[in-house]
């Protein structure tokens, strides 16, 4: 079933914005509280856009899969014996049950309930006692398969089978990226932080997005960089977020004889945030994953030149934890509960007309996707 939104629904959420962000206001509040505007987003939003799975070092081999969900979709990826990679929806063509969960290493596919066995090209290979039965036909039994892309060594996913490609969609993204990491592909898996926020996955993203917040609320982040050097550019489904790496001491990762000194990071529609901070060789995948309208779950996958992490990774991963997302995390459920007032439905966005990182034009930059895609709700 297709959910729509009236012509006066959208008229609602998106009056005061303008796609100026120095005369614009921010989009109604009501998107951030009414479980109607998370399930016209999972619709419009992330069952059309790509979504990130793993580092490709997991699916190197044939036969390794990983398994995974994109809002409500069963999925998994799976690297099949001639060496291509495949995606498909979790689902035995038998009955519905679920084939594969989590990751590892499989030469052929066996549903866990009635024991139907899949090649790794979603091809069956024998259904039990099939042959007792009439017009039964293999190739009517095809696992049905999904939009796959490996995107600066990431394994993404993408549910809508007209989606144009991540390479071709994100312009430049890919070449900014592997310029910053240029040794992604031989970084390794070696730590995850997770978190669940009393917070809308918007409210978490917009405040992702600006650092205007930062002298403020983060006082030992803006250590971290050259707040001078912070700029933020925006570019179609992302935004760069650069800045050089602070030279002074701090809580985070010596910068003393690191070969990263850049801080760099990109926000990726809709929900997936790539980092690189100063240090060894490292990279970040952070992503913002609805639960409900109020409820946001967060996985952050640390890839390093080693693992276990060093003692000093260990040091900017344990800064993370337990200053910088605590501090996020009271911001934005501050921000939540805010929302829930008659006192609060829209605000302005402070934009700073040289684009640095104190500048709230990146925000505008998101809602406006967001209203892209409410506006395809309303469309017949």
């Not at 430049?172 to 990491?181: N, P």
Request: glycine fraction near 6%; charge should be negative; proline fraction near 4%.
């Amino acid at each position: 079933m297709t959910l729509r939104l009236t012509e006066n629904e959208f008229d609602h959420i998106s009056q005061g914005y303008d796609p100026v962000a120095s005369r614009s206001g921010s989009i109604h509040s009501d998107c951030y509280l009414d479980a109607r505007f998370l399930d016209v987003e999972r619709e419009q939003v992330f069952h059309r856009t790509w979504q990130f799975v793993c580092h490709e070092e997991k699916l190197r081999e044939p036969g390794s899969y990983v398994a995974g969900d994109v809002q409500g979709q069963s999925i998994f990826v799976a690297r099949d014996s001639d060496g291509e990679l495949r995606a498909f929806y979790n689902v035995c063509r038998h009955r519905g049950h679920e084939l594969l969960s989590g990751e590892g290493q499989v030469s052929a596919i066996t549903c866990p309930y009635h024991a139907w066995v899949y090649n790794l090209d979603g091809s069956l290979r024998r259904a039990r006692r099939s042959e007792l039965i009439e017009n039964f036909c293999k190739a009517d039994n095809r696992l049905t398969p999904i939009q796959v892309e490996t995107f600066c060594h990431l394994i993404f996913v993408n549910l809508d089978a007209d989606a144009v490609s991540l390479a071709q969609q994100s312009g430049d993204l890919g070449k900014e990226v592997l310029s910053y990491a240029p040794d992604l592909g031989n970084l390794t898996f070696a730590h995850r932080l997770t978190y669940r926020l009393k917070a809308n996955w918007k409210a978490v993203v917009d405040n992702f997005l600006e650092c205007y917040h930062c002298p403020v609320a983060h006082k030992d982040f803006v250590t971290l960089v050259e707040m001078d050097t912070y700029k933020v550019r925006t570019h179609g489904i992302y935004s760069s977020h650069m800045a050089k790496a602070g030279r002074s001491d701090n809580q985070a990762y010596a910068v003393e004889g690191a070969s990263v000194t850049d801080h760099a990071v990109w926000y990726l529609w809709p929900n997936t945030t790539l980092m690189r901070y100063p240090g060894r060789g490292n990279f970040m995948v952070w992503r913002f994953i609805p639960v409900g309208p109020e409820e946001t779950y967060e996985e952050f996958d640390f890839f390093f030149e080693s693992t276990p992490p060093t003692d000093i990774e260990m040091e900017a991963i344990g800064f993370i934890d337990t200053v910088l997302q605590p501090e996020d995390i009271n911001l934005v459920e501050s921000v939540q509960r805010g929302m829930r007032t008659p006192a609060f439905n829209q605000g302005r966005y402070m934009v700073d007309p040289k684009g640095s990182g104190m500048s709230e034009h990146g925000v505008h930059h998101f809602h406006g996707l967001i209203l892209d895609a409410y506006r395809r709700a309303c469309e017949p």
